[in-house]
Structure formats: structure tokens, C-alpha cells
């Protein structure tokens, strides 16, 4: 089998080579605790700094104090809500929308249950927000609104500088879970009315078990886990310095790389679409295909379900992934394609492709070349396919009793 | 990625029977859309010796759906219509060298597909009487479904009940916070409130009273009557002798099918709220002249 083919990108990338020897000798010799008051520490201390100057920049922060380092996504997600709770706590609602990460969507609903109002905001059929539903909700009762910048199974964008500007006018917080943003697209939130955003090292070629909440300076703010001093109080713990340093790299490696994103990954990510949707009938791109990330590519394959084509993909070495049922363990397929109304029978046949700047025009031309045969193959055995197409009237012509 | 067995990967790569049977006489349609499963099952029954002659299928479904449907159709092959209906859906998975927990009901769709195929053979109407949740106990493969019906049945309030009568939550542990969910959401239907800790019937130490014992187990056929009543059933306490407890069962739940269910559930309950092992004896009533 010829090498492996890594098209799953927005699940996690590979470290880059550049952080991870960045991060060895903090492993070893550069062991000292930053808050230590001898050279151990010392030296330590300079580099997180230095690391954290490198995220503010790819963020475009205005202070360096405004990054606060977490282990991750979700706990940066999780802090930025139970905070605006905690200060605001008069306030009884959170607007955020219906194709969020579970990381927002699974915290609102437990939040639900304790008996605050959630306003889950509706997308149309290609993911987009209707700012008249957001605007109505808007009110002096939500603490916080938390709305994504970049859907990670579609890669559509949400217009969150004009929403984080609306929230502003209404005096309520404004959250975004930018992680799949970030490192991918020009980021200026010196300019922006953003006061929260989420961010992880692993979605750009960071380490895993670091990320940051990007905190701006004045926002309200209570600390989910309190202790020691670090991070000005804000997250206590010791500092996970090898991985901090680690995301240091890969900030810096996303600047350098920032217009190859846009420009070659974002013509790969085309080329992919065009060749798949051009070789396979009954198939289309979900999404907002106009305004999305550059790597991320969502076909839904009608008739055939997920997992049996990521199977068949991965025998080949391709390594996708897919909104169904099956790949999760639940009984419903993915909460983001039922949102847009996307059929059952398209829902749980929907793959995504997520790219990088390590994949090449070849690897993409293995994969258009691939995929066809799978997808006719496993319509063979499909009730709804016939000889060369659906079966007229799919719905009605199988018709199973249905648990 | 799911831990399948050589077997599950085998089949679903190389299918057996796949495809539509152009002389079947015997159609089965089962599935759920929305779950991202359906199957239909074709198969050629000789009409004389009613033996299935050939099998086929064709399969909406992840990979483990499209195993379970080749290793079902291999499995009935040359059986009779009744041989076939004994194959269940755990000899399906064990054809397969077992499934993941969270694939099983893809071995119970096979099994649904043969009851339906056989029922269409017969001119008999078949219908799923299986819902399905989602899957609360990932050690032992149990929905919550099963675990709402459960402790409605059986006025069930606590994890640790739910786990003997399920065996849900008897393992890791990890899924008592969605059992607690359910047990609330239940006990609250019947307007009571669910408290963590000990279950309201604790194992006395010592041995209890004649009058306390017999207490006791008023208290649980009290318990258990107006889930019974409410399906036009009734029990009634017979008797009570030693470690044997003598009832009747009334109305529809006389020799109803579910009756040694039902017992086995008072009993279980029985064991609990005396604190010793009993056992609960159906009695049939001299019926009033």
C-alpha cells in the first residue's frame, strides 16, 4: 500500500517536527517550575513568555496578559461560560446556536437542566444564522452569548465580528470557539469586540492538552479553577510548559504559513471537491461553499452510510471522517447535518475531508481517483440504489418497519 | 475506530449474499433511518419442505450492519422456517466473534428481518415491538429504554436496583450520572423524588419481627399494585410461610405471559426489603361459588 493519506485534519493535525524539538529540552534540562525564584525557573518564565507573545500575535491581541493558557478546547469553552455565569449572576440565559461543538452545546444543556434558558439559534439549510432570530434574543437577561467562529464539520464561518459588535451594543458578553479558526485565518481581535475566544494547540499542528482562552483586558472574568497564582490567578496550576512552548512554535509556523492556507490548501481543497462531485451522482457538498475555512471539505454521498466508506477509505490508506450515527455510537446522526435539514439518507452517508499544508496535489488525486468505486460499491448493496441510480421514489419504494 | 473482530471486517469487505434475489418468495424490511441502519432480506423458501433454499440482502448501514446481514443470511441457509426462527440475535454476533456494545442492535435488526421475512412468507403481520435508546451502559449494552421500562415496571429507585435488574451500571460505573437522570425523570412521574444514597428498603441486620416482616412485605405488593392495575391486573397476598411467600395474581395478569416476569421483579424486591433470600409462589384462588 502506498503511504497514508491524513485528510482528517479538523479532528487533529500532527505536531509540527519545529515544536516538538522546540519542546524536548523542557522535557530535560529546562525542567524549572516558572514561578520558582531561581535560575531553574527563571530561564523557563522567559520562554513561556516569549511563547505567549508568539500566540498573541497570531490572534492579533493587543496584551499578552490577555491569553490564558488551558488544557484545551473544551476547557477554555467550558471557563469562558460557567465565568460569565459566575459574574453575572443575575442573569438567567445564553444564546448560542444549534451546530455548536459539544464542548458548548453538551455545558448548555446540563446548564438547561440547572435551569437557565437556552436560545439555540437556527441555521438554514446551508448553516447560516438568521441575525434577526439573534438580535430578538438579545436582551440585558443573557450573560453570555457563545457563538463558533468556523463549524468544524462544514468549515461555515458565522458572522461573529458583527455579532461579538451586537452583543457589545446590548452590554452582554460575547464568546466564540474559534478552534478551528485559528491558525487558519487572519485573526485581529485588538479591532474586534470579541471578549472571549477558545483556541487548541492540536488543530494547528500544536501539541495536544494545551489551548487558551484569549481573555480581553476588562472583561468580567471568574476563574473556574482556582489555587496557585498562575496565569494572574486566572487558571490555577502549574503552567504545562513543554506543550505551551510547543504551541509557541506552531503559532509562529501558522503565520509563516497563513497565506499558503488560503491560497494552496484552500486550490487542493477545490481540486478535491470538483473531482468527487464530477465522478459520483446523488452526492453534494454541505456547508456555506462560499464562506468557509480553506481545508474543510463536507460531501454528503446519498444512499450509502459513513462508516462503511471510511472503512473501505481507510483499507486504502485515506483517512477521513463522517457525521453518521454508526461512527459516533449513537442513534443520530450529526447534530450539525440535522440542523441544516439534511435528509436521513444523506445525513449518515456524509464524509469530511479536512486538509493541511502537509497534503499535496498527488495525494488529493488518489483520493478523487478512490472514492467513486467505494461509493458504487457500496450502493450495490443498497436497498435504495438500483441498477445505475436511486430506485424511483426511494422512500416509498423501501419502506422498512422502523424501530 | 471501532475494535471489530477479523471476522465483522472480513464479511463486511467481502459480503456474502449480497444484492436483490430475483425468485424470492419471502420479503423482510426492517431498519431505522434515523439510526443510519435498514435492511431487507430476500429469500427463496421451498414451499413444500419449507426450507430456505437461498438468502440475499441488501443493506443501508455502517459496517457492522452489512456483516450482520451476510452472516445471517450464511447462518440461514438451508434451514426450515422454523429452525430459522430460532436463530437470535447474540448467535449472530457470536457467528461474527462478537460485537462492539454500541453495534449489537445491529445483530437484533438481523433477527427482525428474519421474523419479518418469515411473517411476509406466512401472510402474517409482523411488528417491531423493540424501541431503542441510546446507550446508557456501554459494559453490558443496555439502552434507556430498557432501563426506563425497568424501573417503571418495578418501582425501581435506586442505581443500585436498576443494576440488579438490568445489570446496567454493574461495571465501570460511569454511566450512575445517566442513571440517576432516568431514575429522576421516572420517579418524578409518579410524583416521588430521587435521592442518591441508600435505597428506602435497606438490609436490616438481625432478624426482624413476625409483624415487621409481614409489614414489609405488604409494603412491596402495595408497591407493585398500581403498576399491575393500571394493565387490568391485580395481586394479592395469599399467604406467608417460612422463606415462601404465596400470592395470586388477578384479573388480566392471571396466566399472562409476562407473569413469571413480573414475580421475579416482586421477588427481587421481596429479597430486598426483608433483608433474606425468599421465594414468591403464584397461588391459584378457589373462585367463589
Known amino acids: ?57 497570531l490572534l492579533g491581541a493587543e496584551q499578552d496578559s490577555e491569553i490564558i493558557y488551558t488544557a484545551g478546547g473544551t476547557e477554555a469553552d467550558n471557563t469562558a461560560i460557567l465565568s460569565a455565569l459566575k459574574a453575572y449572576p443575575e442573569r438567567k440565559e445564553i444564546i448560542t446556536t444549534s451546530v455548536e461543538h459539544h464542548a458548548v452545546l453538551h455545558l448548555c444543556g446540563q446548564l438547561e437542566k440547572e435551569g437557565y434558558t437556552i436560545h439555540r439559534l437556527k441555521v438554514d439549510g446551508k448553516g447560516r444564522l438568521d441575525l434577526a432570530e439573534y438580535r430578538a434574543v438579545l436582551s440585558s437577561k443573557v450573560a453570555v452569548v457563545s457563538v463558533m467562529w468556523a463549524n468544524n464539520e462544514t468549515g461555515t464561518y458565522f458572522p461573529v465580528v458583527k455579532m461579538a459588535e451586537m452583543a457589545r451594543a446590548a452590554d452582554v458578553l460575547f464568546h466564540t470557539d474559534a478552534v478551528q479558526a485559528v491558525g487558519k485565518i487572519p485573526l485581529d481581535l485588538r479591532h474586534s469586540a470579541i471578549d472571549m475566544l477558545s483556541l487548541s494547540g492540536h488543530k494547528l499542528h500544536g501539541p495536544k492538552g494545551i489551548g487558551a482562552l484569549y481573555l480581553r483586558r476588562g472583561a468580567r472574568f471568574r476563574p473556574l479553577l482556582r489555587g496557585g497564582g498562575q496565569e494572574r490567578g486566572r487558571r490555577a496550576g502549574t503552567e504545562n510548559v513543554p506543550a505551551i512552548i510547543g504551541l509557541g512554535v506552531a503559532a509562529q509556523l501558522a503565520i509563516e504559513h497563513m497565506t499558503e492556507e488560503n491560497s494552496r490548501v484552500r486550490a487542493l481543497r477545490d481540486r478535491l471537491q470538483a473531482g468527487i462531485l464530477a465522478a459520483v451522482p446523488n452526492a453534494f457538498a454541505t456547508g456555506d461553499l462560499d464562506n468557509r475555512l480553506p481545508n474543510t471539505l463536507n460531501i454528503a454521498f446519498e444512499y450509502v452510510e459513513g462508516e462503511a466508506i471510511l472503512m473501505l477509505l481507510n483499507k486504502q490508506g485515506i483517512a477521513a471522517s463522517s457525521g453518521s450515527a454508526c461512527t459516533s455510537g449513537s442513534l443520530e446522526p450529526s447534530h450539525v447535518m440535522r440542523a441544516m435539514g439534511i435528509p436521513y439518507t444523506a445525513a449518515h452517508g456524509t464524509i469530511r475531508f479536512s486538509l493541511s499544508r502537509e497534503n499535496t496535489e498527488a495525494e488529493i488525486d488518489r483520493v478523487i481517483a478512490a472514492v467513486p468505486p467505494i461509493i458504487a460499491r457500496l450502493r450495490k448493496l443498497s436497498p435504495y440504489w438500483g441498477e445505475d441510480g436511486p430506485v424511483t421514489d426511494p422512500e416509498k419504494a423501501f419502506a422498512p418497519a422502523y424501530a | 475506530m471501532w475494535d471489530y473482530s477479523d471476522t465483522v471486517k472480513e464479511h463486511f469487505y467481502n459480503p456474502r449474499n449480497a444484492g436483490p434475489l430475483a425468485e424470492a418468495n419471502a420479503v423482510g424490511e426492517v431498519g431505522s433511518i434515523s439510526c443510519g441502519d435498514a435492511l431487507r432480506l430476500m429469500l427463496k423458501v421451498d414451499p413444500g419442505s419449507e426450507t430456505i433454499l437461498d438468502a440475499s440482502f441488501q443493506t443501508f448501514g455502517c459496517g457492522s450492519a452489512i ?27 457470536d457467528y461474527l466473534g462478537g460485537l462492539p456494545p454500541e453495534k449489537m442492535h445491529c445483530s437484533v435488526m438481523g433477527r427482525e428481518a428474519l421474523q419479518s421475512a418469515i411473517a411476509n412468507y406466512r401472510g402474517e403481520d409482523w411488528k417491531d415491538d423493540h424501541a431503542e435508546g441510546a446507550l446508557v451502559c456501554k459494559c453490558f449494552a443496555i439502552d434507556s429504554v430498557l432501563i426506563e421500562e425497568t424501573i417503571r415496571a418495578n418501582n425501581l429507585c435506586s442505581v443500585e436496583q436498576v443494576t440488579n ?32 444514597g441508600q435505597p428506602p428498603a435497606r438490609k436490616t441486620p438481625g432478624k426482624l419481627s413476625t409483624l415487621e416482616r409481614i409489614r414489609r412485605i405488604e409494603d412491596v405488593i402495595a408497591r407493585a399494585r398500581p403498576n399491575l392495575l393500571r394493565d387490568h391486573g ?54 367463589p361459588a
Open chain 2, 67 to 93: 456483516a450482520s446481514s451476510s452472516a445471517l443470511t450464511e447462518i440461514i441457509k438451508g434451514r426450515t422456517l422454523d429452525e430459522a426462527l430460532t436463530v437470535t440475535n447474540q448467535d449472530i454476533a
Open chain 2, 165 to 196: 435488574y438490568t445489570k446496567a451500571g454493574g461495571s465501570c460505573s460511569s454511566c450512575h450520572e445517566g442513571i440517576e437522570e432516568i431514575l429522576a425523570k421516572v420517579m418524578a412521574e409518579r410524583g416521588e423524588s430521587f435521592a442518591p
Open chain 1, 1 to 57: 500500500m502506498s503511504a497514508p493519506i491524513y485528510l482528517d485534519n479538523n479532528a487533529t493535525t500532527r505536531c509540527a517536527p519545529e515544536a516538538v524539538a522546540a519542546m524536548l529540552p523542557f522535557f530535560t534540562e529546562q525542567f524549572g517550575n516558572p514561578s520558582s525564584m531561581h535560575s531553574f525557573g527563571a530561564k523557563v518564565g522567559h520562554a513561556v513568555k516569549a511563547a505567549r507573545a508568539s500566540l498573541q500575535g
Open chain 2, 234 to 287: 391485580d395481586i394479592e397476598l395469599v399467604d406467608v410461610e417460612g422463606k415462601t411467600i404465596y400470592v395470586a395474581m388477578k384479573g388480566a395478569c392471571s396466566g399472562c405471559q409476562m407473569e413469571a416476569l413480573t414475580l421475579g421483579g416482586i421477588q427481587q424486591q421481596m429479597v430486598e426489603a426483608l433483608g433474606e433470600l425468599v421465594k414468591v409462589v403464584p397461588v391459584k384462588l378457589a373462585q
